[in-house]
């Protein structure tokens, strides 16, 4: 398998994983091509295991001979990792592991979550994922070089029409005047207290906005749209985060984009 063919073929198990659980899908491609050796390593071919996880996995396990560093050393050892039926259920466990840590650590991976996947190779090697020191290095020259940070942007906005752009283009340029407003009025607290009223004005605005758009069709929660309605609950100004538009999504994510959504404290 060339590493062309290699990416092709784990590039959409990476991106929807990635739509769920927040690691970098440039990641998740560059561990699995160092760990399988692009798809080519025995442990890869007999078990489709792409992440070199030891144990037992959801098709038993083989036992294959490994290279491990032991006081900057490396030697070779013989054990069991996990088998899976397909790549697809090696990416999802890679991403479990990396979401629930160890037995005795549960947040040992927490600062991979999220991050973009140059600092996510970094926080994992950190961690202690593998033990070759230079693990990080390695998966960033990988990331570099294929320029696999492209996958790690999730285009929620693929289907919209040009009218929608442009729509969605206006309520950004009307948001971010919103948004200096609320920085002035922000300056201090006795600056808050005298502008509250003209503050309470604009959200006000921006609310009604979401609320007549809200109308236009019925829909559960996109994934791309979760960030914005969880702050919008949190922040108090939304009762019911499903059942609205697609057009009330988008506004709602770019209010969340522009940092309009946080929750306000009284004076």
Known sequence: MTETEFISRITPYAIEDMERSHIAA?????QAALESSWGNSSLTVKANNLFGIKGSGP???VAVRTTEYRDGKAVQVTAAFRAYNNWGESVADHSALLIGGV????????KVIGADGKTAAREIAAAGYATDPKYAAKLIKIMNTYNLYAYDEIKEEDEMSAEDKQKLASLEKELKELRM?????????DTLKTGVQEQGRAITSATERLSLIEGRMVMNVPAWAESAVSAAVTAGLLDTPTGGSLDFYRVL???HRAGLLSSRKEG
């Open 103 to 110: 037995s005795w650590n549960h947040s040992l991976y927490s």
């Open 26 to 30: 440039s990641l998740t491609i560059a």
């Open 253 to 255: 994510t770019v209010l």
């Open 181 to 189: 407003l609320l920085s002035d009025l922000a300056v201090s607290r």
């Open 59 to 61: 098709a038993g396990s």
